[in-house]
T-cell receptor, first 115, second 113 residues
Framework: DGGITQSPKYLFRKEGQNVTLSCEQNLNHDAMYWYRQDPGQGLRLIYYSQIVNDFQKGDIAEGYSVSREKKESFPLTVTSAQKNPTAFYLC??????????????FGQGTRLTVV | KQEVTQIPAALSVPEGENLVLNCSFTDSAIYNLQWFRQDPGKGLTSLLLIQSSQREQTSGRLNASLDKSSGRSTLYIAASQPGDSATYLCAVRRRGGGNKLTFGTGTQLKVEL
């Protein structure tokens, strides 16, 4: 079945640790995205990538890093520089930007909690 | 800067009622608008995608309309069922690169027996 797989579903981080969230897709999509969701707020874009080996900062990139070495994978690292990392993280993918814009598909999310 | 607002924030209706969820956006320069459903603790499921040149899209009991000039979209749910209970999010896709979405904060719907 085609889709987007995020792992783990739950993740606990100690203060000062870096943690990496996994996102894999088998939809043959060019573009991938990371969003953060907090209670009472809309989803906010952290990073996005249109093609392999290229990515751009979104609206709230500080304290996060990404890589895009393979088309299928777009891991997100939450670094110790992120002051308030507790949130629900969602990965999405779509075909590459076109004049019409493409439908985005989302994974099931990773809930990160700082302990 | 694009801002997306959804009203109401929460809605509770009896089963069988027809209902309308509202979404407004401040910048009409969009490629399209997408409606999503989110169940508690889950990811987003795409419901409908309306291109900027379209006025509406339908899927089963769902109908979404778009009035780009006034910056409004509505999601109409016919004959609501308890299984429709979820949070509904709208998102607009910006022009200017990146295929990026700007989301509203959602409407939390509860359909009661």
């Amino acid at each position: 079945d085609g889709g987007i797989t995020q792992s783990p579903k739950y993740l606990f981080r100690k203060e000062g640790q870096n943690v990496t969230l996994s996102c894999e897709q088998n939809l043959n999509h060019d573009a991938m995205y990371w969003y953060r969701q907090d209670p009472g707020q809309g989803l906010r874009l952290i990073y996005y990538s249109q093609i392999v080996n290229d990515f751009q900062k979104g609206d709230i990139a500080e304290g996060y890093s990404v890589s895009r070495e393979k088309k299928e994978s777009f891991p997100l690292t939450v670094t110790s520089a992120q002051k308030n990392p507790t949130a629900f993280y969602l990965c999405a993918s779509s075909y590459r930007d076109s004049p019409l814009g493409e439908e985005a598909f989302f994974g099931q999310g990773t809930r990160l909690t700082v302990v | 800067k694009q801002e997306v607002t959804q009203i109401p924030a929460a809605l509770s209706v009896p089963e069988g009622e027809n209902l309308v969820l509202n979404c407004s956006f401040t910048d009409s320069a969009i490629y399209n608008l997408q409606w999503f459903r989110q169940d508690p603790g889950k990811g987003l499921t795409s419901l409908l995608l309306i291109q900027s040149s379209q006025r509406e899209q339908t899927s089963g009991r769902l109908n979404a309309s778009l009035d780009k000039s006034s910056g409004r979209s509505t999601l109409y749910i016919a004959a609501s069922q308890p299984g429709d209970s979820a949070t509904y999010l709208c998102a607009v896709r910006r022009r200017g690169g990146g295929n990026k979405l700007t989301f509203g904060t959602g409407t939390q719907l509860k359909v009661e027996l």
